[in-house]
Nanobody
Framework: VQLVESGGGLVQPGGSLRLSCAAS????????MSWFRQAPGKERELVAH????????NYADSVKGRFTISRDNAKNMVYLQMNSLKPEDTAVYYC???????WGQGTQVTVSS
């Protein structure tokens, strides 16, 4: 099983980033896919998840209306579109499959002027 995140970086407040996660080694469409994040000195928290087949989504209150999670089951990819970024969104973002079963290595997102 492998989850590989990409798309992180440095962005100014109010800017946008799109994170991608490439999955392999399991039946992707059968799994709930999630994005978590962990800021320095804080616990890892759920940002958003998306159900495998129907695409039903759920978001943390702190990102509702700004972030959008999506998936492409044909490509085994999950995405996180992040708009109107704030300094408090700064964290390492992790892709996750199966509600905590498999994890990626993380990608750093830094929001700073």
């Amino acid at each position: 099983v492998q989850l590989v995140e990409s798309g992180g970086g440095l962005v100014q407040p109010g800017g946008s980033l799109r994170l991608s996660c490439a999955a392999s080694g399991f039946t992707f469409s059968n799994y709930v896919m999630s994005w978590f994040r962990q800021a320095p000195g804080k616990e890892r928290e759920l940002v958003a998840h998306i159900i495998g087949a129907g695409g039903r989504t759920n978001y943390a209150d702190s990102v509702k209306g700004r972030f959008t999670i999506s998936r492409d089951n044909a490509k085994n990819m999950v995405y996180l579109q992040m708009n109107s970024l704030k300094p408090e969104d700064t964290a390492v973002y992790y892709c996750n499959a199966g509600r905590g079963l498999f994890w990626g290595q993380g990608t750093q997102v830094t929001v700073s002027s």
